[in-house]
């Protein structure tokens, strides 16, 4: 159980243009989903937590009108990468919980921007 | 600032013998931690955890040791095995479930 999947797996745009990512818990609804990014051979980096039905909570340095989330159900959680640039490319990757327990970890997206 | 540190990029280890990876962090607050090991491409696979009011928790050859004072923690793998090799994470978080803060990673490799 508990398992988390994203959408796509590999991405590839153009700079200038969106790209979005879909987080979907699989056999569990997800009260709260966390969006990551990692750079090669670095930390994972929250970007944001997301509640669903609310608005979400962006980290410190993270510009929320760039990387939309939206929260749609207890199962899906999306992230927008806006107006791409060559330096929002990266690995992105979600989590998910259903209840005060550890975070399960979706596969990761690998965003190339052009 | 990073709250949450491990200083050993790499580790590498005979197969049977110990692998002990280690984990700094700086900030008090921090009420659970957690490792994870991951493969590159790939998300985190959740290995164990331990809540600040213990020193330790084990789970099958993993080991996980909390010392609060010095605000370090170890995962201590014993037997290790190849396919232990693998980039592992420890992270913190305020509360369990809560959001993590991961340090840098230690990559281990087992040899045969």
């Known amino acids: 159980g508990a398992v988390v999947s994203q959408h796509p797996s590999r991405v590839i745009c153009k700079s200038g243009t969106s790209v979005k990512i879909e987080c979907r818990s699989l056999?569990?609804?997800?009260?709260?989903m966390f969006w990551y990014r990692q750079f090669p051979k670095q930390s994972l980096m929250l970007m944001a937590t997301s509640n669903e039905g609310s608005k979400a909570t962006y980290e410190q340095g993270v510009e929320k009108d760039k990387f939309l989330i939206n929260h749609a159900s207890l199962t899906l959680s999306t992230l927008t990468v806006t107006s791409a640039h060559p330096e929002d490319s990266s690995f992105y990757i979600c989590?998910?919980?259903?209840?005060?327990?550890?975070?399960?970890f979706g596969p990761g997206t690998r965003l190339t921007v052009t | 600032d990073q709250q949450v540190k491990q200083n050993s990029p790499s580790l590498s280890v005979q197969e049977g013998r110990i692998s002990i990876l280690n984990c700094d962090y700086t900030?008090?607050?921090?009420?659970?931690f957690l490792w994870y090991k991951k493969y590159p491409a790939e998300g985190p696979t959740f290995l164990i955890s331990i809540s600040s009011i213990k020193d330790k928790n084990e789970d099958g050859r993993f080991t996980v040791f909390l010392n609060k004072s010095a605000k370090h923690l170890s995962l201590h793998i014993v037997p290790s095995q190849p396919g232990d090799s693998a980039v592992y994470f420890c992270a913190a978080s305020y509360t369990q479930g809560g959001k993590l803060i991961f340090g840098q990673g230690t990559e281990l490799s087992v040899k045969p």
């Open positions: 989590s998910a919980t259903y209840r005060v327990d550890e975070q399960y």
């Open positions: 056999d569990f609804q997800a009260t709260t």
């Open positions: 900030n008090s607050m921090f009420d659970y």
